[in-house]
């Protein structure tokens, strides 16, 4: 089954200590995206890549790093500069379909920094 | 001010109850998604519609353009059916960023 995975589900830092989400999918999406969820708040975008070796940054990027090597993997680290990088994380992927775009989305995973 | 605004923020329901959820947008659109989220969080997503009705089983989403409005209505409302619903809508012009609602918490109780 064709889909996005994001490893772990659960996840507990220390503060000061970096830490990288995993996102991988098989769907063969070009579009990657990280979102971030807080409550009460609606998703913001981290990072997007669009493409293979090039990323964009996003509304709340500050504290936050990607790479894009593959098609298939976008990992996130959060490093120690992250004021707050308590919150769950998704990442989705995106396909154009007759000019729209429809995103997909991972399980996500729930961040803890004490 | 948020692109995309919801209501209600929070939705209680007896089971069998017809459910509305709305969506409210202040942006130039290509089309509207609608996204559901589970208590455990992963994202599913339900409708993508630029004009007129959609239907899928108890779910209909309609959008009216003109007015930048979308609703999102349940028939014959169930327990299963709680979760979190979330509109969306793309940026035009910037190859694939989404404005995202707040979200509706929805509670359908037996």
């Known amino acids: 089954d064709g889909g996005i995975t994001q490893s772990p589900k659960y996840l507990f830092r220390k503060e000061g200590q970096n830490v990288t989400l995993s996102c991988e999918q098989n769907l063969n999406h070009d579009a990657m995206y990280w979102y971030r969820q807080d409550p009460g708040q609606g998703l913001r975008l981290i990072y997007y890549s669009q493409i293979v070796n090039d990323f964009q940054k996003g509304d709340i990027a500050e504290g936050y790093s990607v790479s894009r090597e593959k098609k298939e993997s976008f990992p996130l680290t959060v490093t120690s500069a992250q004021k707050n990088p308590t919150a769950f994380y998704l990442c989705?992927?995106?396909?154009?379909?007759?000019?729209?775009?429809?995103?997909?989305f991972g399980p996500g995973t729930r961040l803890t920094v004490t | 001010k948020n692109e995309v605004e919801q209501s209600p923020q929070n939705l209680t329901a007896q089971e069998g109850e017809f459910i509305t959820i709305n969506c409210s947008y202040s942006?130039?659109?290509?089309?509207l998604h609608w996204l559901q989220q589970h208590p455990g969080g992963g994202i599913v997503s339900l409708f993508m519609?630029?004009?007129g009705k959609k239907k899928h089983g108890r779910l209909i989403a309609t959008i009216n353009i003109q007015e930048k409005h979308s609703s999102l209505h349940i028939t014959a409302s169930h327990p299963r059916d709680s979760a979190v619903y979330i509109c969306a809508v793309p940026l035009l012009d910037t190859g694939n960023q989404f404005y995202f609602g707040t979200g509706t918490s929805l509670t359908v109780i037996p």
């Open positions: 519609l630029s004009s």
């Open positions: 989705a992927s995106s396909i154009e379909r007759g000019g729209l775009s429809e995103q997909y």
């Open positions: 942006v130039g659109i290509s089309a």
